[in-house]
């Protein structure tokens, strides 16, 4: 066996362990799984501040503050904060129609980054619990009284949401809802094991307690949201995922919109575990640090490997391809090649990489039968597998580049949930 | 100051890292006996093959034998020829993707062994039948990175393709094998002029493209082209 196919197969055994690992946990805690589907009513509601930070979003902006209006929350105890971050468009007259409101305030600031906006949203908010909502995104009129639920547990300290893409149209954003679904799956499973590393920009809801704790957000790479995950997994501050609480998202419709989306992210995952790396591999910080940091490391490893695994067979081949045209002078000489099962491979690699298929694929329409009520299978997972195997190689190959070389991805305030 | 909650951490578990690991070490396991069940089954194919083509071999030296005046109309080895080549890429195609590489040589020399058979069995059935039987003798060898080898290789697939008469018999240089030792001195084969092909009995070094080949063998080639214009007046005719 030679030396990249002990890789191969290494790279694989975490794979499939950390499959096994959610499926394990799924069926010791599918019992404490809530999926509501009707309206609820809470005995106590208690006072929330929705931060909405905003850079040049005119074109979405009207909606997710319309889906805020829409919450099913009475309207005294939910305040709304709308910040514009310097915006450059018509951000700010989308703003001031809102003002009207009795709950809605607005705040006009020097472009500094979300963070900041996000920052000064939290001295002003006047609620116990203090989410964001990013300005691409829309809440179901649910989602707010579900989250608040969680809270009814005084250890947890921050709730995530189930995030969904707003009506994808091309195969791009079909994909991505695929992947979206899965990782509501993914993050249900990594709450059940206390080991949440994201509590996303759209519709996070913390205690106040945690910024008087932790302090406020942090620039943190461009990915805020990842950063205060972290520091409250650091301090043993409990994350919580809502997975009824659905948020939709507008989702990047082409491929270099969503090459510097995921960009930032990885770039923002590797720094972020950079910074963090006290907590890998210590038991005392639990779950986040043995298995979701060190996971998400090999997850990108392995791409990258594969990746160059796959090009070096693809030009291995290539090369026999032209030495056999040199040689005969034919580019297609075997004539329609014979099926013989003989020459199906039978590698162990192989079964395992189709069962590890199957349990992705598994996961995925667990994830969907969470977000849509039932399992569906569709023609997107096949787009999801064949665009990702295609697309991710670039992104993360170019986000480890700029983290060998410290280079931030600009700041283009386009951001998103990342699973 | 920041109070750590640490202490409230119940969620990490040892146990469910030793359980989920020895799962997946099951499902690794289980992965590679089916893996040694289907290679144990393809060396089973390709051993079936090998006897099925020895007693069709033995059958025609035996059929030889006892009819000195064997009606060379019955010698017709095309089919045998075909079934040789076929399990000739089934071994090759097993050397590379199943491990068993002892199990796998010894089959191989017994594929030599055959191609040695069948070669003589044509030898003598061209010379009593007078029947023109054109054969190559081929050598390579996979130890020492010959990429002129892989090109003869490609050359001669492309020509057994084309010639399906040509009878192709390749030899591993380097397989231990005494019957094959005897061949490579009677045409005094070296191992450092390889690849090494042998037509029409003689000898020759290096690589050979498909004209310097077609050259050797104008029997094959005439007899292909008048087969040709024949199917093709056939085709003319209303």
């Not at chain 1, 290494?10 to 019992?31: P, S, W």
């Not at chain 1, 947890?156 to 149209?169: D, L, Y």
């Not at chain 1, 210590?282 to 490391?297: D, E, H, Q």
Request: glycine content about 4%.
């Amino acid at each position: 066996m030679g030396f990249s196919q002990i890789i191969m197969y290494a790279f694989t055994f975490i794979a499939v362990y950390v499959q096994v690992f959610f499926l394990i946990t799924y069926i010791e805690r599918k019992k404490d799984l809530i999926l509501r589907r009707h309206p609820i009513k809470l005995l106590r509601y208690p006072k929330v501040t929705i931060l909405v930070p905003c850079y040049n979003e005119e074109k979405t902006l009207y909606g997710t503050v319309r889906s805020l209006l829409d919450l099913d929350y009475p309207k005294d105890k939910l305040e709304i904060i709308l910040i514009d971050d310097g915006s450059k468009d018509n951000t700010w007259k989308i703003i001031e129609r809102f003002t009207k409101y009795k709950n809605i305030s607005a705040i006009k600031k020097e472009n500094g980054g979300k963070h900041t906006a996000m920052n000064l949203g939290i001295e002003r908010a006047t609620g116990d619990f203090i989410g964001g909502l990013d300005a691409d995104s829309f809440v179901d009129p649910e989602a707010l009284k579900r989250i608040i639920t969680y809270f009814n547990d005084p250890e947890t300290m921050a709730v995530a949401p189930s995030i969904i893409v707003h009506k994808p149209k091309n195969i791009l954003q079909k994909a991505q809802k695929i992947e979206y679904d899965m990782a509501v799956y993914t993050k249900k499973m990594l709450a059940f094991l206390g080991a949440i590393h994201v509590t996303p920009g759209p519709f996070s809801i913390f205690r106040k307690k945690v910024f008087q704790d932790l302090g406020s957000f942090r620039k943190a790479h461009n990915t805020e949201d990842q950063e205060i995950a972290l520091r409250m997994q650091e301090n043993g501050y409990k994350i919580e995922h809502c997975p009824d609480a659905y948020v939709y998202t507008v989702s990047p419709n082409t491929v270099p919109k969503l090459y510097r989306q995921r960009l930032r992210w990885i770039y923002g995952f590797i720094k972020n575990a950079i910074d963090y790396r006290h907590i890998i591999f210590r038991k005392r910080y639990g779950n986040v640090g043995i298995l979701t940091i060190p996971s998400g490391v090999i997850s990108v490893l392995s791409v990258i490997f594969l990746f160059s695994f796959f090009v070096y067979n693809l030009s291995k081949r290539t090369i026999e391809f032209v030495e056999q045209y040199q040689a005969t002078g034919v580019w297609w000489s075997f004539g329609v090649p014979q099926f013989d099962l003989f020459f199906v491979s039978t590698k162990a690699i192989v079964f395992v990489m189709i069962l590890l298929y199957i349990l992705i694929i598994l996961a995925l329409l667990v994830g969907r039968s969470m977000t849509e009520g039932r399992v569906r299978v569709s023609l997107d997972i096949l787009y999801f597998l064949i665009i990702y195997s295609v697309l991710a190689p670039f992104w993360l190959l170019k986000a480890i580049w700029n983290a060998l070389w410290s280079k931030e991805s600009s700041w283009t305030f386009e951001r998103r949930v990342q699973g | 100051m920041v109070k750590p909650q640490l202490e409230n951490r119940k969620d990490f578990e040892w146990k469910k890292y030793v359980i989920v690991f020895f799962i997946t070490l099951g499902i690794f396991l289980t992965a590679f006996w089916f893996s040694d069940y289907f290679a144990n089954r393809k060396i089973k194919q390709i051993k079936d093959i090998q006897n099925t083509i020895s007693i069709d071999i033995l059958s025609s030296e035996t059929q030889f034998s006892l009819l000195s005046e064997l009606s060379c109309k019955d010698v017709d080895n095309s089919t045998l020829s075909k079934e040789l080549n076929s399990l000739a890429e089934k071994i090759s195609y097993s050397e590379e993707n199943i491990g068993k590489s002892s199990e796998v040589t010894e089959l191989k020399k017994y594929y030599s062994l055959l191609e040695i058979k069948d070669f003589l069995l044509m030898n003598k059935i061209s010379e009593r039948c007078g029947k023109k039987i054109v054969s190559v003798l081929y050598f390579y060898t996979t130890e020492s990175n010959c990429s002129e080898c892989v090109k003869q290789s490609y050359v001669l697939t492309e020509l057994r393709e084309k010639y399906p008469e040509l009878r192709v018999y390749s030899f591993d240089y380097n397989l231990d094998l005494s019957a094959l030792g005897s061949l490579i001195s009677i045409y005094k084969i070296e191992d450092t002029k390889l690849p090494a092909t042998v037509i029409a009995g003689k000898l020759y070094t290096g690589f050979q493209s498909i004209e310097s080949i077609e050259k050797l063998i104008p029997e094959i080639v005439q007899a292909l082209e008048k087969q040709k214009a024949e199917t093709e007046k056939e085709n003319k005719k209303p």
